[in-house]
């Protein structure tokens, strides 16, 4: 038995009424936007960024590893190679992240990723 007055607010029109319906839904419409709008925005993001986009070099030698910072083999514990990456891993979280397409050539890429190793073997 519903009273009077619920039945009043229920049947109501306005901001203070709220369907039923709408009400559930809303949470549900706004994670989809979430959901599908963020790696949208985030390529966006991207692919505006000017520190994203750029060439970086990077060179080695027995001294150290080497780009817009460079670091001694002394400073890196570990080199890592994947088929697709090569990890020059250092002390906190800091990491160089080397992409094998960023070369010309796999045989550029592998002879990179050598010579990392060897440097960094004879260092420690």
Partial sequence: ???????????ARGI??????????????????????????????YRQSPALNRDITL????????????????????VKETSAHLFVLFGGNRIFTVSKRAFESEFAATQ????????WTRAT
């Fill in 112 to 119: 990179f990723a050598a010579e990392c190793c060897d440097f």
């Fill in 59 to 78: 060179w080695v030698d027995g001294e150290g590893i080497f780009g817009e910072r460079g670091a001694p083999w002394e400073d890196v514990e570990a």
């Fill in 1 to 11: 038995m519903r009273s009077p007055a619920f039945r009043a607010a229920w049947s």
């Fill in 16 to 45: 203070v009424a709220v369907e039923p319906l709408l009400f559930l839904l809303l949470p549900l419409l706004t994670l989809g936007l979430f959901w599908f709008g963020a790696p949208l925005l985030r390529g966006i993001a």
